[in-house]
């Protein structure tokens, strides 16, 4: 059954701290991982995304691992800030060969709230 | 550029009442989507397009009808208002062949079905 889960479903950081979030997958045949943020009351906005053949991948602070070989992703945030307070959802795409249009599977998300 | 709008961004019905969701975008994508989110679970694909014209069921299609009748539009309805149907829901689009899973999700519409 194709699945991501997501962990953990919240965490409370301290502004300046790291953390990593995790993304654990079973989606076949794998496409691409894609990892989103949703503030409060928006729509996600894409952060990172990795094919098969990449293992990590920066936007600023936030840095995508992926591991393909276990099927596992994570989203390590450096620095954290109170505007990194949000909602971070994992989304893998399976596509078969041949096809333009791939199937998304979301996570449930993390919840990540920065205090000051 | 706007990307993609929503209208309304909230709304209130009585069980049974009928209510049209619209989508807009303004990215001449071919692709549009809705979908809903309910606390504690991954969104959900209602209802898909893959250009003007089309529709397609995606995960909970039950209760909801769509139409696509222009490209930059993608309209949800719900004929009959359920409780259930109490959720937010989320309009996106995709349309670049290269990174076809690449949507832009609007801000959301919030229902609540009383």
């Known amino acids: 059954k194709n699945q991501v889960e997501q962990s953990p479903q919240s965490l409370i950081i301290l502004e300046g701290k790291n953390c990593t979030l995790q993304c654990n997958y079973t989606v076949s045949p794998f496409s691409n991982l894609r990892w989103y943020k949703q503030d409060t009351g928006r729509g996600p906005v894409s952060l990172t995304i990795?094919?098969?053949?990449?293992n990590t991948k920066s936007n600023g602070r936030y840095t995508a691992t992926l591991d393909a070989d276990t099927k596992q992703s994570s989203l390590h945030i450096t620095a954290s800030q109170l505007s990194d307070s949000a909602s971070y959802i994992c989304?893998?795409?399976?596509?078969?060969?041949?096809?333009?249009?791939?199937?998304?599977?979301f996570g449930r998300g993390t919840q990540l709230t920065v205090w000051p | 550029n706007a990307g993609v709008t929503q209208t309304p961004k909230f709304r209130v019905l009585k069980t049974g009442q009928s209510m049209t969701l619209l989508c807009a975008q303004d990215?001449?994508?071919?692709?549009m989507y809705w979908y809903r989110q309910d606390p504690g679970m991954g969104l959900r694909l209602i209802h898909y397009s893959v250009g003007e014209g089309t529709t397609a069921k995606g995960e909970v299609p039950d209760g909801y009808n769509v139409s696509r009748l222009k490209k930059q539009n993608f309209l949800l309805g719900l004929e009959s208002a359920a409780p259930s149907q109490t959720s937010v829901y989320f309009c996106a689009s995709s349309g670049d062949r290269g990174r076809l899973d690449e949507q832009f999700f609007g801000p959301g519409t919030r229902l609540t079905v009383l």
């Open positions: 989304v893998v795409s399976a596509k078969d060969r041949g096809s333009t249009l791939g199937r998304l599977y």
């Open positions: 990215m001449n994508h071919e692709y």
């Open positions: 990795m094919t098969f053949s990449e």
